[in-house]
């Protein structure tokens, strides 16, 4: 079936530092890769997304490019705050966006 | 606006006891979700509705029932709570058409503390 792996972490930076959190999923077909964030206490909100081969996603400074050769989807952002704390999941989905599959969460801490 | 909401947001009950949560969306989706996040923080689906409609029930008792009286709400009732029913629990919704369209919207959560 589906599956989605990234590093759990946790990762601790310092502000301002680079950051790359890992994703590589296994899914038949060409499914559409998701990146979300939770931050304590709320729920998950959709942070990017790439919907075909080579698309990139980005949002607040945050990137990720989808590739199909290696079936990554890897999470940068080149200077993180410290109010990017958060909790982010990897997420796949086929068949319409009916079936979701998630990562299991990659936990950021940034120190200022 | 709230996309999806969820009500209650914290649910504190005894072992034994039946509850339910409640949960809306105002986005005009086809497919709904539940979802149980457990301690460490990792999102397992537990069922999916489209259209009123079972899709997904994934491996979970029989406790648990979903109810959909209409697109826009997806309930979840449970039976004779157990302590490792304890999590938070998240509802979603999405267009389910495929393509640009496949983004989930989430609740802000229900946390479920079974004593």
């Known amino acids: 079936g589906d599956s989605v792996t990234q590093m759990e972490g946790p990762v601790t930076l310092s502000e301002e530092a680079f950051l790359t959190i890992n994703c590589t999923y296994t899914?038949?077909?060409?499914?559409?890769l998701f990146w979300y964030v939770q931050y304590p206490g709320e729920g998950l909100q959709l942070l990017l997304k790439?919907?075909?081969?080579?698309d990139k996603g980005s949002n607040k400074g945050f990137e990720a490019t989808y590739r199909k050769e290696t079936t990554s989807f890897h999470l940068e952002k080149g200077s993180v705050q410290v109010s990017d704390s958060a909790v982010y999941f990897c997420?796949?989905?086929?068949?319409?966006?009916?079936?979701?599959?998630f990562g299991p969460g990659t936990r950021l801490s940034v120190l200022p | 606006d709230t996309a999806v909401s969820q009500t209650p947001k914290y649910l504190v009950t005894q072992m034994g006891n039946d509850k339910s949560i409640k949960c809306e969306q105002n986005?005009?989706?086809?497919?709904m979700y539940w979802y149980k996040q457990d301690s460490k923080k990792f999102l397992k689906i537990m069922f999916s509705?489209?259209?009123?409609?079972?899709?997904i029930n994934e491996t979970v008792p029989n406790r648990f029932s979903p109810k959909s009286p209409d697109k826009a709400h997806l309930n979840l009732h449970i039976n004779s709570l157990e302590l490792g029913d304890s999590a938070v629990y998240f509802c979603?919704?999405?267009?389910?058409?495929?393509?640009?369209?496949?983004?989930?919207?989430f609740g802000p959560g229900t946390r479920l503390t079974v004593l």
């Open positions: 979603a919704s999405s267009q389910g058409g495929g393509g640009s369209t496949d983004t989930q919207y």
């Open positions: 899914a038949t077909g060409y499914p559409s």
């Open positions: 790439a919907t075909k081969a080579d």
């Open positions: 997420a796949l989905t086929r068949n319409y966006g009916q079936n979701f599959v």
């Open positions: 986005l005009g989706h086809d497919t």
């Open positions: 509705y489209n259209n009123k409609e079972l899709i």
